[in-house]
C-alpha cells in the first residue's frame, strides 16, 4: 500500500468530462463529475445502462482519458501521464475485474493467478506464496490444480479475482462482476470481495447496475446520463453470514 497523506483521498475527481464523437453526432458520456473516494473505502458505482459508469470506470483505470476536469489518484495527476506512464501505474497498482471470466484455459488456476507476477519480476517463491494467498482469501485454494474447464462459472469468476488481488494492488476496480453469474455464485463472489476488503484494507469501486450488489458495498454512488446524482453510506449493508456492522 502506499504511503498516503492524509488531506487528499486515493481517488480524487473534479468537474470530468468524456465526450465522444464530435459536432452534432457528439455522445456526452460523462458530464462533470466530482468525486472523492478514501483509501480502504468500497464503493458501488450504480446507475441504469448508458449511464456513464464504464466509461468513468475506463477512466478511474487509465485505459481512457477525460475530455475536460482533474483526475488524481494517490495525490498524482493522471491526465499528465504518458501512454506508457498509464500503463505502468495501472499494472503496479490498479486491480480489474470484468464480467467476463478470462482465465488461460491451458493453465490451472494458480499458474493462471501467478501469470501476471511474472510480468512484475517477482521471484518465483514470492509469486506462488502471493498466488496461494490470494486463492485462499477468496476460499479457492483447494482448485489450484484445476483447469477453468473443470470449475464452475463462480468458481471461475473468483480465481479471476484472485489473480487480480495478488499483486498487491491499491485500487480494484469490478465491472459488472457478477453479471454473468447466477444469484447464488454472484453471492459468493460478492462475499469474497468484502472478505477481501477487510482482510487487505484495498479500496474498491464495484460498477453495477444490481441493486442488491450495491448493498454489499459501504456506499453508493449513483450515475444518470453521465451525473452523479445521489451519493450515501449504505444502512443496511448485507453482509456474509449475518456477520457485524
Ligand atoms: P454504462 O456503463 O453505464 O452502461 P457507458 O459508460 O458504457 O454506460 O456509456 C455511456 C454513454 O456513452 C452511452 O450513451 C454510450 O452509448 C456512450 N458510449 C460509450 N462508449 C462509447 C464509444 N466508444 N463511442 C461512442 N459512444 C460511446
Ligand atoms: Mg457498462
Redesign the pocket.
Known amino acids: 500500500m502506499a504511503v498516503e497523506t492524509q488531506t487528499e483521498p486515493l481517488i480524487l475527481v473534479s468537474d470530468l468530462t468524456r465526450k465522444?464523437?464530435e459536432g452534432e453526432a457528439a455522445?456526452h458520456?460523462l458530464r462533470g463529475i466530482s468525486l472523492s473516494i478514501a483509501a480502504g473505502e468500497m464503493v458501488a458505482l450504480m446507475?441504469?445502462?448508458?449511464?456513464?459508469?464504464?466509461?468513468?470506470?475506463n477512466i478511474l483505470g487509465l485505459f481512457d482519458r477525460p475530455s475536460s476536469g482533474l483526475y488524481r489518484l494517490n495525490g498524482q495527476d493522471m491526465t499528465r501521464l504518458s501512454a506508457r506512464q498509464q500503463a505502468s501505474y495501472r499494472g503496479r497498482r490498479i486491480a480489474f475485474v470484468f464480467q467476463g471470466i478470462h482465465l488461460l484455459p491451458r493453465l490451472s488456476a494458480l499458474a493462471n493467478v501467478e501469470l501476471p507476477m511474472s510480468y512484475a519480476r517477482m521471484g518465483a517463491g514470492h509469486r506462488h506464496d502471493a498466488a496461494m494467498h490470494a486463492l485462499e482469501l477468496l476460499g479457492v485454494a483447494h482448485l489450484k490444480d484445476r483447469y477453468p474447464s473443470q470449475m464452475s462459472g463462480g468458481q471461475a469468476q473468483r480465481v479471476a479475482i484472485a489473480r487480480a488481488i495478488a499483486p498487491g494492488p491499491d485500487l480494484l476496480l469490478a465491472?459488472e462482476p457478477t453479471g454473468a453469474l447466477d444469484r447464488k455464485s454472484g453471492e459468493l463472489v460478492l462475499q469474497a470481495f468484502q472478505q477481501l476488503h477487510e482482510e487487505t484494507g484495498v479500496t474498491i469501486v464495484i460498477?453495477t447496475?444490481d441493486p442488491v450488489v450495491g448493498q454489499h458495498a459501504a456506499r453508493i454512488v449513483s450515475?444518470e446520463d453521465?451525473q452523479i446524482i445521489d451519493d450515501r453510506p449504505v444502512t443496511d449493508r448485507l453482509r456474509p453470514q449475518g456477520g457485524q456492522s
Open positions: 465522444y464523437g455522445v458520456a446507475g441504469p445502462s448508458g449511464s456513464g459508469k464504464s466509461t468513468l470506470m465491472d460498477v447496475h450515475l453521465g
